[in-house]
């Protein structure tokens, strides 16, 4: 039944491409899936209702299996949903390319329901590679500044990440012997999946430089930051918020579970990759002289949170201890960051067109004119450094609670820990440049750019306030989604 | 109904068809076209009640003529019967909409004199490709394959006053003899250290004791002429010029159906060493030349600018791809037999081919271009094209959810499991080169600007545009549901 959910914006796609009128098609499209997705998300532990398996080939045997593999797969959807509906009301599209901008939008957005419904390995992967394609055509097409080649960039990085990630993958499911998730999982919870440790570590190996890459993990992050900064909001918003998720979510569901000792393995390294993400891209964040591109790299440095979160869960069940703010953490803060950085570069996007030109030296001064934009604006920058009473906060602390987790008062730190603490000051560089970021385009006298500009339109504010009010419900009440997880 | 019927009745159609040339008026050369389409449906449809000397051991003329020493009508035989007739419809439907190209280079005026000729020797060749899928014998073989390449040194050299035409026939003649005297050396070779043509009597040569030299000169020899007729590097050379000068319809005959053909005989031929003590050597000859094929296909593809000689160095590289899967069944290290792994990937290679082939085809009639630079800005000129163009470049790439993801993934996961893990390893390597290539056509429908701003109309029959449209869907729907091609394998 869930297999719906991917299907309406997929079917919606093509009916745009054959002369259904764009706009419309695909707004009905967002809606009605935004509408379902919460609905499956809010019900899926009533097992059965939302899984449906239709074989594609019998051998080897390969199901189009889809249905929640747990609750972290319906906090997922209903992050893919929402950032969706969000991004085909925002952006304008060119004149004349309406077709191709709403299509790609809906064709991404069902690659990543598809990947996160999937409970068959083989799916889950190519969900994901048709989601990529309509991402390099918007950027190659539509894009900004350096298009062309940011476009080859990315589909040069993005294809060897994703050829890696297949090849481990592959090697996953022979040595599982199914392609079956969930027949994974229970193996592995009824002890009769096991695979050698050796084995493991290779395999690992191959996942976290696969999913790394497709998450911009530390040193696999040049392409984001251009990437986003070239790309059409939507699909900087779908692909920044949903899309990179992907990699965290098979790190989660597949890696972690599976292949405890090769996790294990690699966990200093992972550890030290991860505050590369923090604190080494987090300067770099500080230092960008244009709104676009710190958005850009922000979002690489949030990624190393999540990474974080993983590396407390590895570190336990290496340890024989079970971590319980591991997974919750790793999944409120996917989704936390997904909305609010689909929320500002969508405000972002708003921006530009106001006053053709990101850089910071062309602007100051846009709260005078545009006090809604500033705020939400703001209050978007406030959530991804962590203000209490946001979504991002409720994350970020069980991140750190993570790390500590079933550490003895007396034992001397871990790696963990360690890593725990240096990232803690993490949060002081986000503070820094969120709010020199937001000081620089909002504060100050206006200049000649910003000093007319208009406030949001009624239709620039929905995706807006949709994206804030989801930022403002799981950060008053995380329990929303934690309720989900157990 | 015994199931040689099915290529008596395609040669005599086919003689047939050369004798309406002589009677047929010009304009009305259609007529035979389409009769041959329509014929070689029913002989598709035969295919399936046809019955085997298994089923009817009793038959008169299995016994009468020693037949059963020769033909055979197995699943895989079936199999390829049904690749050749398909593939051979297709190209039908593709050299009729060429039709006015082909009598350009014909004759002295445009009256279509002789294109009941090429339609005709499609349908001798086709019976040639289905008799070969049901060689028993060395002979069989033999024989099934030189009727094969005779009738193809015609229809590379069909449009006989074109330059490019004739210089491609004059290469493709020299270099397929040479491959010939090869392939019939090697045979010699194997008969005078066998005492046998059957592969039968081979295969026990073969098994029961360690080969002798002799044996093992011959079969090196045979893969060396089938390497050429499969476009194996370093016997590729002839494959870019020859795939360009060629007539289209006879390009992408050759690209699917003669490349069916030639790994049906190499399969064949390497078939009866599997059980050999020598089979890991032969198997690994096999891999290397796999490897080297893939890492010359996929990487002289990059600088061409020609999408007829871009989509021919795409044909060597997936004929690096098969041999890739025909080594990796080595002691059946694999769950899927090689035939079966073959089978499904020449499907998916049909499907998807034959698509390009007749984008191709359009373009040129429509343009009067094959370089990559005619469909620039194509996705304003015709949006509906440029999607199916991208779903067509996006499976011959390898991309997931179309048809040509699931035929790599299966050799990917063939190779593992018979543990050639170097070789998988440049595969991945040549297959992320061969999205930058098939992407470039991408890029050029999309991103560039277009020459001619005016809307392109396919002005194709409507046969053609369904068949494409077809073709496009099937690279869809079996990249998600492979089940019924793995069910016609079995």
């Known amino acids: 039944m869930s297999s719906f959910l991917f299907l309406i914006p997929f079917v919606a796609a093509f009916a745009i491409i054959f002369g259904s009128p764009a706009r419309l ?38 199901d189009m299996a889809f249905g929640f593999i747990n609750g972290t797969s319906a906090v997922m959807v209903a992050l893919a949903v929402t950032v969706l509906l969000a991004a085909v009301f925002s952006g304008q599209s060119p004149e004349g390319r309406e077709k191709l901008y709403y299509a790609s939008s809906l064709f991404i957005g069902a690659g990543a329901i598809g990947a996160f419904v999937s ?27 350096n298009r062309k080649e940011t476009a080859w960039k990315i589909t040069i990085y993005l294809g060897v990440g994703s050829l890696v990630l297949l090849a481990g993958l592959v090697w996953l499911a022979r040595e599982a012997g199914t392609y079956n998730i969930l027949a994974m999982l229970e193996a592995k919870k009824a002890g009769t999946l096991a695979i050698e440790a050796g084995t493991q570590k290779s395999i690992a190996a191959l996942l976290i430089v696969g999913f790394g890459i497709l998450v911009s993990l530390f040193p696999f992050h040049s392409w984001a930051a251009p990437a986003y900064a070239s790309a059409p909001a939507p699909t900087a918003m779908l692909h920044a918020g949903v899309l990179k998720k992907f990699g965290l979510y098979g790190l989660l569901q597949l890696a972690v579970p599976l292949l405890p000792e090769g996790m294990n393995a690699w966990l200093t390294p992972l550890l030290v990759l991860l505050l590369g993400n923090i604190l080494w891209v987090g300067l770099v964040t500080i230092s960008q002289k244009r709104l676009d591109s710190m958005l850009g790299h922000s979002s ?22 079970t971590n319980e703010f591991g997974i919750p953490a790793a999944t409120v803060l996917m989704f936390a960051h997904g909305i609010s950085i689909a929320m500002l570069f969508g405000l972002a996007d708003r921006i530009e067109q106001r006053t053709k030109s990101l850089d910071f030296s062309d602007l100051g001064g846009l709260a005078k004119p545009a006090p809604l934009l500033a705020f939400l604006f703001g209050m978007a920058g406030m959530a991804s450094l962590g203000l209490p009473g946001l979504a991002n906060f409720s ?46 385009t909002f504060q100050g006298p206006t200049v000649s750019a910003t000093a007319s500009v208009a406030d949001l339109t009624l239709v620039e504010k929905i995706p807006a306030v949709l994206l804030a009010a989801a930022l403002l419900i799981v950060g008053i009440y995380p329990r929303i989604l934690l309720q989900l997880l157990s | 109904m015994p199931a040689y019927y099915l290529e008596a009745l395609t040669v005599t159609f086919g003689i047939l068809l050369l004798v309406a040339e002589a009677f047929v008026p010009g304009k009305q050369k259609t007529w035979v076209g389409l009769a041959a389409i329509g014929f070689l449906l029913v002989v598709l449809a035969m295919t399936f009640i046809a019955i085997g000397p298994d089923k009817d051991p009793e038959a008169k003329a299995w016994t009468k003529f020693a037949l059963w020493d020769l033909y055979k009508f197995d699943a895989t035989a079936k199999f390829y019967k049904i690749l050749a007739l398909a593939s051979a419809i297709l190209v039908l439907i593709l050299a009729i909409d060429y039709r006015a190209i082909l009598s350009r280079y014909t004759g002295e005026t445009n009256d279509e004199n002789g294109t009941a000729e090429y339609y005709s020797l499609i349908v001798i060749a086709t019976a040639a490709m289905m008799w070969m899928a049901s060689a028993k014998n060395l002979a069989m073989l033999f024989v099934s394959l030189e009727l094969l390449t005779i009738t193809f040194y015609i229809l590379v050299a069909f449009m006989k006053r074109n330059v490019g035409s004739l210089e491609a026939g004059v290469k493709y003649l020299i270099l397929g003899a040479l491959s010939t005297g090869f392939l019939v050396y090697g045979m010699a070779w194997t008969y005078g250290a066998t005492q046998s043509l059957s592969f039968d009597a081979i295969t026990i040569a073969a098994s029961t004791d360690a080969p002798s030299a002799p044996m093992l000169f011959g079969v090196a020899l045979m893969i060396i002429a089938l390497g050429f007729k499969v476009g194996a590097a370093p016997m590729h050379f002839w494959i870019p010029d020859v795939y360009q000068g060629a007539p289209t319809p006879t390009t992408a005959f050759l690209s699917v159906g003669s490349k069916a053909s030639g790994f049906v005989a190499l399969m064949a031929v390497m078939a009866p060493y599997a059980a050999s003590p020598h089979a890991h ?41 098969l041999l890739l899967a025909v080594a990796a069944n080595r002691d059946g290290a694999t769950s899927l037999s090689s035939p079966q792994l073959v089978g499904f990937y020449l499907a998916s290679y049909l499907i998807m081919t034959m698509a390009a082939f007749f984008v191709l085809s359009l373009i040129r009639v429509q343009t009067g271009s094959e370089n990559i630079d005619a469909l620039d800005g194509l996705s304003r000129r015709n ?27 299966f050799v990917f996961r063939a190779a593992m499991e018979a543990g050639m893990v170097v070789s998988v390893v440049i595969a991945a390597i040549t297959a992320a080169a061969g999205f930058y290539y098939y992407f470039k056509i991408l890029r ?37 549901w492979p089940q019924p091609i793995m069910n016609l394998i079995k």
């Not at chain 1, 809606?31 to 074989?55: C, H, P, Q, R």
């Not at chain 1, 979160?309 to 024989?320: D, E, I, K, M, T």
């Not at chain 2, 160095?313 to 997936?318: E, L, R």
């Not at chain 2, 470049?393 to 699931?406: E, K, N, Q, R, Y």
């Open chain 1, 25 to 62: 098609t695909a707004r009905a499209a967002a809606v009605a899936t935004f509408l379902l997705g919460l609905y499956a998300a809010a019900t899926w532990s009533n097992s059965g209702m939302w899984s449906f398996t239709f074989s594609a080939l019998t051998i080897p045997s390969i």
């Open chain 1, 119 to 145: 409970t068959d390995l083989f799916f889950f992967y190519a969900f994901h590679e048709l989601a990529l394609i309509p991402t390099f055509l918007m950027i190659g097409l539509l894009g900004r500044g």
């Open chain 1, 300 to 321: 690489v440095m949030h990624m190393g949170y999540i990474f974080l979160a993983l590396a407390a869960v590895v570190a336990s069940n290496a340890a024989g201890k």
């Open chain 1, 395 to 440: 994350g970020e602390v069980m991140v750190f609670l993570a790390g500590f987790e079933g550490r003895e008062a007396s034992a001397p730190l871990g790696p963990v820990q360690i890593a725990t603490i240096l990232s803690l000051w993490g949060v002081v560089i986000s503070a820094v440049y969120v709010l020199r970021g937001f000081r620089k």
């Open chain 2, 281 to 321: 050597k032969l198997f690994s000859v096999l891999a290397i030349l796999a490897c080297i094929t893939l890492v010359v296909g996929n990487f002289g593809a990059i600088p061409q600018n020609n999408f007829k000689r871009l989509l021919a160095y795409s044909s060597i590289a997936n004929a690096g791809f």
């Open chain 2, 383 to 409: 949006p509906i094209l440029a999607v199916a163009i991208t779903v067509i470049m996006a499976s011959l790439a390898g991309v997931p959810l179309t048809v040509g993801f699931i035929g790599k993934f």
């Open chain 2, 444 to 480: 050029a429908v999309w991103w560039n600007a277009p020459n001619d701003k005016a809307p392109l109309e396919i002005k194709s029959s409507s046969l053609f545009t369904l068949s494409l449209g077809l073709l496009t869907v099937a690279i869809l729907v079996f990249g998600l």
